[in-house]
């Protein structure tokens, strides 16, 4: 059973930084494309970013490009969201996402597509 823990999340001032990290169990995460969600409260679950399973490709929404960086270390069976010059509304629980994947290169945005959850890390960015 593939299991993911998400980890690093907390409080922090508006422009400060954080790193999330998510490790996964299991002998072949290096075959899982991963991506990174967030839900406010009462809001919908969003997409964040996303990497391939080689981490030759990578894709973040409008929102973070520029400030937040997806990667992912297969030989530790990790991805790793750095997340820099954070705002109010990046507050959010984060939730890191796998799914099998037969190419080296695709990456995954679609919530549905997604087979393994995290429990999520709560982070919040203070004004």
């Known amino acids: 059973q593939v299991q993911l823990v998400e980890s690093g999340g907390g409080l922090v001032q508006a422009g400060g930084s954080l790193k999330l990290s998510c490790e996964v169990s299991?002998?072949?995460?290096?075959?899982?494309?991963m991506g990174w969600f967030r839900q406010a409260p009462g809001k919908e679950r969003q997409f964040v970013a996303a990497?391939?399973?080689?981490?030759?490709?990578?894709y973040a929404a409008d929102s973070v490009k520029g400030r937040f960086t997806i990667s992912r270390d297969n030989a530790k069976n990790t991805v790793y969201l750095e997340m820099n010059s954070l705002k109010f509304e990046d507050t959010a629980v984060y939730y890191c996402?796998?799914?099998?994947?037969?190419?080296?290169?695709?990456?995954?945005?679609?919530?549905?597509?997604?087979?393994?959850w995290g429990p999520g890390a709560q982070v919040t960015v203070s004004s």
């Open positions: 996402a796998g799914v099998w994947s037969p190419l080296d290169n695709e990456v995954v945005v679609t919530s549905e597509k997604y087979a393994y």
């Open positions: 299991g002998r072949t995460f290096s075959t899982y494309a």
């Open positions: 990497i391939s399973r080689s981490a030759g490709r990578t």
